[in-house]
């Protein structure tokens, strides 16, 4: 996450990254990539909304669209208020920005790379409707073909999770009453169990809060007995580590000065790069030794740095930090070849082409960033420098990139959270969701219970509609269904996944209804949907229905403590018992019996926006 650079003792990391968030530390030169207009740009109105479509282009990562008042423009970037990309991977596209009757016009470019956009395309012309046009239209017809297979269905939240700086998991220090590293602990313990995820991916393991180096008389010291003790945790706990080497040890920084968050993680190049270099190559040698060769090589993996293209987190040069990328992963492989390593961690997508075409190390996976949009399709990037087929780490990825948002709460967000883990499945093996609980302190410790943390369970180990949003992928079976979708809104505004259990015959749709833009994070009912949900080709029978869902009225605790908190920061103990008993996974209306009638089954339902709905048909034994 964007942090700081102590400028002065007199000025706050908050303030200071309020201040500079985003601010790029240097230009890495360009790339030289010539990408054509999309061509077929449809604008289909519906209430509310109105839907983009187009055709793809070969060699893009995505697509930016733009809005006009008239044909002739001036033609901006469509602004959804995610704060970071405004690009996206692939259609359709729900613009919900604009007034219902009142005309807008429409085009889009391709991006080869987030620094590169291509010329608009044609425009074209679309008015959203008003809601007396709902009162008569049609549901959203959803239709999930029980008989299909679409192969496994990709999973690309289990590879990976967020955390605050794993020192943090050791603290016996308490935030609102409730011991930090305990919390943090049972958190990702629970995102194990419960997720199926098995990295952790964390800042700062090199940070003198662990010990790691120090020099005495000046020469080097290793001390990794912090190190053990946090990676001893993490494997207890049944995951492992991405290492993300960073940051910078004290004394061997060049300028001890430039830091960045409250524990003042230091980001300056070493002040010396062969002990750069015989650091990150006794520390790996070190995990191998401990842990084991086989264990190291094929289940954790080591990242450098972080978001070195922003001002806050790099106080060098572009040209310094891919010397400081390439001597990290040489010590790495000079350690064993096998050892997986890859960048540039990089915030809103930047400098994978840049690192890819100056690289002098072999890279086994490409990390990079992104907030507030579906993370790109960095496959085209990776094609046109040979690297075609290397798995692809989002190892950060979320709805805001700023702290202390209360969109972070919201149901909007965890709709947002399925959106782009439906977009990711088949193109990226990593989404990983940053990060996993409230109990953080980049820019100072919760202030409050629900104070617009990052994570997705709260101090106090509440589960907040993100949490949900994962539960609910890990509640749908093995083997991806077909599923068609029409209606206003479908595809953009209302999305689905469906997925059957072949040994059991077990089928379940998870069906949400979500747009991008934010400043649509409370709700909107104009946006709302009747949904048709008709499952196909199933074997006849009877069937429990089972339907979850997660809304502002369910499984919700964020919405529970708005109307009985009376706007304290902390609850009461009495507070406390309340919110833990609305802290569950809701069902709509209690489990019913259902008869498959030539082998299908159908229900309707209202689908707010924001909200999702899992509705489960499992077969009677009985």
Not at 57 to 74: F, K, Q, R, T
Not at 242 to 267: C, H, K, N, Q, W
């Amino acid at each position: 996450m964007y942090g700081r650079r102590r400028v002065s003792s007199e000025i706050d990391a908050r303030t200071d990254f309020e201040t500079r968030l985003g601010r790029a530390s240097g230009e890495a030169g360009g790339i030289d990539v010539s990408l054509p207009a999309p061509g077929g740009l449809t604008a289909r109105p519906g209430r509310a909304q109105v839907t983009l479509s187009w055709d793809p282009v070969d060699g893009a990562a995505g697509y930016l669209l733009h809005v006009a008042d008239s044909p002739e423009g001036p033609f901006e970037p469509l602004d959804h208020q995610g704060r970071d990309v405004l690009s996206v991977p692939h259609g359709p596209y729900a613009d919900t920005t604009g007034t219902p009757g009142v005309e807008r016009w429409y085009a889009v470019a391709a991006v080869a790379s987030v620094e590169h956009v291509g010329p608009l395309s044609a425009p074209v012309a679309a008015t959203s409707l008003g809601a007396p046009a709902a009162a008569a239209g049609e549901p959203v017809a959803v239709v999930v073909d029980a008989g299909s297979d679409l192969g496994e269905l990709d999973r690309p939240w289990q590879t990976m999770i967020g955390s605050e700086h794993l020192s943090h998991a050791l603290s016996t220090d308490r935030t609102g009453g409730h011991e930090i590293g305990a919390e943090l602990r049972a958190a990702l313990k629970a995102a194990h169990d419960e997720l199926g995820v098995e990295t952790v991916r964390a800042h700062g393991i090199l940070c003198d809060d662990l010990g790691v180096y120090r020099e005495v008389g000046g020469e080097p010291v290793y001390d990794f007995t912090g190190v053990d003790r946090v990676y001893d945790l993490m494997l207890e706990l049944g995951l492992r580590p991405i290492v993300e080497i960073s940051f910078m040890p004290r004394d061997l920084a060049t300028d001890p000065s430039s830091t960045v968050f409250e524990y003042g993680a230091i980001i300056s190049p070493p002040k010396d790069w062969d002990r750069w270099y015989d650091l990150v190559r006794t520390f790996v040698a070190h995990l191998v030794e401990r842990y084991g060769l086989e264990e190291v090589r094929d289940r954790w993996a080591f990242e450098v740095w972080n978001e070195a293209n922003l001002e806050v987190f790099w106080s060098g040069t572009p040209e310094e930090f891919f010397r400081l990328h390439d001597t990290a992963a040489r010590a790495v492989k000079d350690v064993d070849e096998g050892l997986r390593v890859g960048g540039p961690s990089s915030a809103a997508a930047g400098w994978v082409d840049q690192l890819l075409a100056s690289t002098k190390e072999p890279l086994d996976f490409v990390s990079t960033h992104t907030y507030g949009s579906p993370p790109l399709d960095l496959r085209p990037v990776l094609a046109r420098h040979g690297y075609a087929g290397l798995p692809i780490w989002w190892t950060e990825w979320g709805v805001t990139p700023t702290h202390f948002n209360e969109v972070s709460e919201s149901v909007f967000a965890a709709v947002f959270l399925l959106r782009g883990m439906r977009s990711a499945m088949g193109r990226i093996e990593a989404l990983s969701y940053w990060v996993v609980s409230d109990h953080f302190e980049e820019l100072g410790r919760p202030p409050a219970l629900f104070h617009g943390g990052f994570g997705l369970r709260t101090v106090g180990e509440l589960r907040k509609p993100r949490w949900w949003a994962l539960k609910l992928l890990s509640m749908l079976p093995s083997r991806r269904l077909s599923v068609r979708a029409s209606g206003d809104g479908a595809d953009s505004l209302v999305e689905s996944l469906a997925a059957v259990d072949a040994s059991s015959g077990r089928v379940a749709a998870l069906v949400w209804n979500g747009t991008l833009d934010q400043s649509k994070a409370a709700g909107s009912a104009e946006l709302g949907r009747r949904v048709s949900l008709r499952f196909t080709g199933l074997p006849g029978g009877e069937y429990e229905l089972r339907h979850h869902r997660v809304d502002d009225d369910h499984s919700c605790v964020p919405a529970v403590w708005r109307r009985i908190g009376g706007g304290a920061a902390w609850p009461t103990d009495a507070r406390w018992a309340e919110l833990r008993a609305a802290d569950r996974l809701d069902e709509l209306h209690p489990p019913r019996r259902i008869t498959s009638a030539g082998g299908v089954v159908e229900v309707e339902f209202d689908l707010p926006n924001p909200s999702m709905s899992l509705v489960e048909l499992v077969p009677s034994t009985h």
